[in-house]
Structures are given as C-alpha cells and as structure tokens.
C-alpha cells in the first residue's frame, strides 16, 4: 500500500488545485476533510462554525482524519487549521508524506480576497487575520510537515511536479 499524501497549509494556498492535479497526474483517490464534514453535516463549513462553534467542527475534523489516516494510497487535502491538533498530525504522518503549501500573507489574501466561505476569514481586516493566523501557525505547519513547498508565484503544473519528486517510489 502507498502512503497517502497528505497536503496541508494555510487557507488559499492552493491545496484543492494541487490535490486534484496530483489526484489525475498519480490516478489516486482524492478526499477533502472540509468536503467529508460538510457532506456528514450537510450544511456549509460557515454554517457549522456559526451554529455549534469552531470546536465542534475541530473534533468533526479529528473524527475524518482518523478515518482517512488508516488508509493509503490518497491524496488528502486537509482544511488548513488541520495541524492545531498534534493527534491529527501524529495520525496523518503514520501512514502519509506530508507537504506544506507555503505562500505569502500577500498573495494568501489575493487568492482568497473574493470568496466568502472561509469563516475565520470573514472580518473587516482579512489580510491582518492572515497575518496574525499565520503566524501563531508558522510553527504548527512546521512541526508537522516533511516537506515544505512555497509556492508563491507558481502554477500548480510545477508544485505537483515537486510533490512528486519528492514522494518515495
Ligand atoms: C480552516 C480552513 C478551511 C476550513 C475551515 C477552517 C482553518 O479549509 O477547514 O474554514 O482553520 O484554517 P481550507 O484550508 O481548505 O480553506
């Protein structure tokens, strides 16, 4: 059995474009833990934070990892505050190559400036929120990760390639 690769990152950093390229490139199932969850809920990820709260939709998120973990062969895209939970990360990387998508606060924001279904981007001040997010992350993201990709001014093409250069055959 593969193991899984498992791409995690701060929102907008372009995990679901790269999951899906990499899902066709590699012929891998891809899953979304934020696609799981609102399947289970059926209801939207903005909905769930402002029905029942954000630690409701962590241990939704822990309940999916762990399911998808013991398997392999995927390609999973986790939602970015995947890495808050050091369990989540220790299961995640049992059977799993984890790659951080990195970009910057700047080019977060331009990516993700036009949606609205990221609830903890939906204030007066998002690219500040990105700011402060990511940097009480930064050291979450890395603690977890094996391989770190930035990929600031670069086409998913190229970060997928990367991906799959460093993958063990
Ligand atoms: C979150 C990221 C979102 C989603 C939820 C919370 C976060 O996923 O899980 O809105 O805490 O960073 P994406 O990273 O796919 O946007």
Sequence with gaps: MNKNIVLIGFMGAGKSSVAQQL???LDRDVVATDKIITDIENRPIVDIFSNWGEDYFRALESKVVGDLARK???IIDCGGGVVLRL???NLLRKNG???YLS???EEIYERVKNQTHRPLLNTEDPLSKIKELLEKRLPFYEQAVHYQIDTTGKEVDQICQEIME???Q
Aim: glycine residues 16%; proline residues 11%; charged residues 10%.
């Design 23 to 25: 899902g066709l490139r």
């Design 72 to 74: 392999g062969n995927l």
């Design 87 to 89: 369990g989540n990360v």
């Design 97 to 99: 190559v984890l790659f």
């Design 103 to 105: 970009a910057s606060p």
């Design 166 to 168: 460093k993958m063990p």
